[in-house]
């Protein structure tokens, strides 16, 4: 086994105990609760959960999925995040290395998926995700590999200003708010961690797959889109595969 993925394996029990976290961070900052206080607990009985009960994944599993006091189901999302986490932290550290560029794309692919969370459920993307991700993206910057630092800074200017002129621009046009406060802050963080490239790439992969997955649905229902989930599924594959799909582009499409 080469060294990069024993150092993916290395980072999996990390990622999962952050993505335990990361199941708090997304169900209570919508909610402006503390993500401290009180200590990890049963939603419908309000029990505490112990801590060998709450060992990411495996907890669940040896619960069965349901609480030990109360025996009420526990979402099968808590396990899954859990393991999503593990595996993006394991991902990053064996696809880069022992390198700066393993963790700053570990924390933004973590920030992303605790973003989409947050958008499912409940239409609201946290500043915590968002403003905060993008002191993370501005500080990385600093890190050798990666953007840099002046390059984080236009992305970041450029990833709020485009989507602020197209919610303003909605609005004027459809009378209501088009573009939430939230997603406007959300691509300033992608633009801090990947540069002005990067937000362009990710709007134009977040509205595709927006229009095609759910679309049809918000035209059939009136439901609104939550943009922040694509818009973080679209940061996630031009994070790791914007090069290639530019590069694919410009030599397919607009090759002579």
Request: a neutral charge; aromatic letters at 12%; one cysteine or more.
């Amino acid at each position: 086994m080469s060294g990069t993925w024993t150092l993916g394996l290395m980072a999996l029990p990390f990622g999962l105990a952050i993505g335990s976290f990361l199941n708090v961070c997304a169900y209570r900052w919508p909610n402006e609760q503390s993500v401290v206080s009180p200590p990890s607990h049963c939603p419908a009985c309000g029990s505490t959960i112990r801590w060998y009960d709450n060992v990411p994944v495996l907890g669940w599993l040896w619960l069965r999925g349901r609480c030990r006091a109360c025996e009420s189901p526990i979402s099968v999302q808590y396990p899954l995040v859990e393991l999503a986490t593990g595996l993006i932290w394991a991902g990053a550290f064996a696809a880069h290395g022992p390198a700066w560029e393993s963790l700053r794309g570990a924390v933004f692919l973590t920030i992303l998926l605790g973003i989409a969370l947050a958008d499912a459920r409940y239409y609201i993307i946290p500043d915590e995700f968002s403003i905060g991700g993008t002191v993370l993206g501005l500080a990385s910057a600093f890190l050798p590999g990666g953007v840099g630092w002046l390059e984080a800074a236009i992305g970041a200017a450029v990833g709020f200003a485009v989507l602020w002129a197209i919610g303003r621009l909605g609005k004027l046009a459809f009378r209501k708010d088009a573009m939430g406060g939230g997603d406007i802050k959300m691509m300033a963080m992608v633009g801090a961690f990947l540069g002005a490239p990067g937000v362009l790439l990710t709007l134009f992969l977040g509205a595709a797959l927006g229009a095609l997955i759910f679309g049809p649905i918000s035209y059939r229902t009136g439901k609104l889109v939550p943009f922040g989930i694509f818009l973080a599924a679209g940061a996630a594959v031009a994070y790791g595969w914007g090069d290639a799909l530019v590069g694919w582009y410009l030599d397919t499409i607009l090759r002579p």
